[in-house]
């Protein structure tokens, strides 16, 4: 019967992964990887989770079921550091969800089952949005955001296709931080794809997987608390895994703004229903790890002092990387710009190869590069690289 499957592709990030390390020169650089990592190469634990952690041990009273909805505790703590005032007092449905990746899944579960029938999305985005939104058996409708030759985005398309939407439609949209690009919409922009929102009738599901990576927490969450102020009704799917450094424990939330607390309840229904006959559960350590940092402002402060160290090495790459790229490609000044972990350079697949071959330069075939693979020793000597093309 199994025969009736098959053989899938291997996920082309996992498989250079593979490749990069079974590279045994020296020197060798990883640009592929998709984590945060800091000057030794390291993807650390921050200090408030392991403190956090020690706490758990020792006064954590059960292991027994969290519940579908998972920690109100947790809930409305991540929530108040999404949102800030945008979010106070709004009538909202939230679960605790297994990352980021569940919480987009449940979203996209809850809209087919609204009758929602497509949900628009900007080009580039990160691969598993679209294939997220397929298997929910929602249509997903693409139109271009981002020019790689350039660097632009395109707000002007982007706007146009949007006003061709159907009311009822989605749109998700990147809280900031943009995977795979870096490129963010200004505040002005932020304003207007909000008006046009609300004007359309349309329903954003709005991505935050990479808070305080970019200009800082609040910073980061600036458009979406825009928005949030401007919808009746929004979803906003929250990854605790780069922010909180806690990827395995896979923890995350999905929150959806509502116009009333009756209609609030009955979204948080849903979403329980849809999580019971799903994983059932969510995960619980990683949650707690999360409520225990922001229910106590000395392991709140230092969480916030130890993700500014990790921002400010990634604007400091970036500076160095757009001065010495730009002598070559002059659009690349953009990196300085662009926001996060990542920036896709406009190379051909070729050069992406030779790096690879010639210089043990590693990322994939699409040109994304993670910063934060770079250590600032290493700098210099892959700008020369990539000049050498
Ligand atoms: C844009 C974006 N959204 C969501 C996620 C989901 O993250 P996780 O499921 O690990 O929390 C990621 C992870 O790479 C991402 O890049």
């Known amino acids: 019967m199994f025969d009736a499957l098959t053989r899938q592709p291997d996920d082309p990030l996992l498989a250079l992964i593979g490749l990069f390390r079974a590279d045994e020169r020296a020197g060798k650089v990883d640009l592929g990887v998709g984590v945060y990592r800091d000057e030794t190469g390291a993807t650390p634990i921050f200090r408030a989770v392991k403190e956090a952690e020690r706490r758990l041990v020792e006064t954590q009273p059960t292991k027994a079921y969290v519940g579908p909805e998972g920690d ?11 949102t800030g005032e945008a979010g106070k007092g709004r009538a909202t449905a939230a679960l605790q969800t297994p990352g980021g990746s569940g919480a987009l899944r449940l979203a996209a579960d809850l809209m087919a089952r609204m009758g929602t029938k497509g949900i628009w999305l900007g080009l580039p985005s990160w691969p598993n949005h679209a294939s997220i939104f397929k298997a929910a058996g929602l249509e997903v409708i693409t139109y271009p955001f981002f020019d790689i030759p350039s660097q632009a985005v395109l707000f002007d398309r982007m706007m146009e296709a949007l006003a061709g939407a159907a009311a009822g439609d989605a749109v998700l949209l990147h809280a900031s931080c943009h995977n ?4 963010n919409l200004s505040a002005e922009q932020w304003r207007a794809v909000s008006d046009l929102i609300a004007e359309k009738g349309l329903l954003p599901l709005v991505d935050i997987a990479y808070q305080g990576y970019g200009r800082g927490l609040d910073e980061d969450a600036a458009g979406l ?44 229904t849903n979403l329980a229903a849809l999580a019971r006959t799903s994983y059932s559960m969510p995960p619980d350590h990683g949650a707690a790890i999360v409520s225990t940092i922001l229910g106590d402002p000395a392991l709140t402060a230092d969480w916030k002092a130890e993700i500014e160290t990790m921002r400010l090495r990634i604007t400091t790459i970036r500076e160095r990387l757009a001065a010495g790229l730009s002598a070559r490609w002059q659009v690349l000044t953009a990196i300085r710009e662009q926001e996060g972990m990542f920036s896709l350079l406009p190379l051909e697949e070729a050069d992406v190869l030779k790096l690879r071959a010639e210089h043990a330069i590693y990322m994939p075939t699409s040109g994304r590069i993670n910063i934060a693979g770079l250590k600032t020793a290493e700098v210099d000597a892959v700008i020369t690289k990539f000049l050498s093309l």
């Open 225 to 268: 608390r825009t928005l949030l102020a401007t919808v009746p009704e929004a979803l906003v799917s929250v990854s605790c895994s780069k922010s909180f450094g806690l990827y395995r424990e896979r923890t995350g939330a999905i929150y959806a703004a509502c116009s009333n607390s009756e209609t609030a309840l009955s979204v948080r």
């Open 72 to 82: 109100p505790v947790f809930l409305d703590r991540l929530w108040a550091l999404t």
């Open 180 to 183: 795979p690009t870096g490129a």
